[in-house]
């Protein structure tokens, strides 16, 4: 299963682009901070993710507020077909 849950903030957004079959996409990069607790041990965790949305809740992401906390849901892809680095596809946020 592939399915991410992560409580981030909108660090920035492009603008609401469509792709050549007509599909509304918004790319944009979250970011996290929280205490994770590993082996028993506190540790801080801070990072960084590309996301982008796509289809109808694209539009709901162009006018989320920027710095705003979200809890997004969705799952994770190659950016494309001959990249390893990863893009995090959101499915729906609150």
């Given at each position: 299963?592939?399915?991410?849950?992560?409580v981030a903030s909108i660090a920035e957004r492009d603008t609401l682009?469509?792709?050549?079959?007509?599909?509304?996409?918004?790319s944009g990069?979250?970011?996290?901070?929280?205490?994770?607790?590993?082996?028993?041990?506190?540790?801080q965790v801070e990072f960084e993710i590309s996301a982008l949305a796509?289809?109808?809740?694209?539009g709901r992401f162009?006018?989320?507020?920027?710095g705003a906390s979200y809890r997004f849901k969705g799952?994770?892809?190659r950016k494309n077909r001959n990249s390893k680095a990863l893009v995090f596809h959101i499915i729906d946020f609150i």
């Open positions: 299963m592939n399915e991410l849950l992560l682009r469509y792709t050549p079959a007509g599909i509304p996409i918004v990069t979250l970011q996290h901070g929280s205490q994770q607790t590993e082996a028993g041990i506190a540790r796509a289809g109808d809740i694209s162009a006018d989320a507020e920027l799952f994770l892809a």
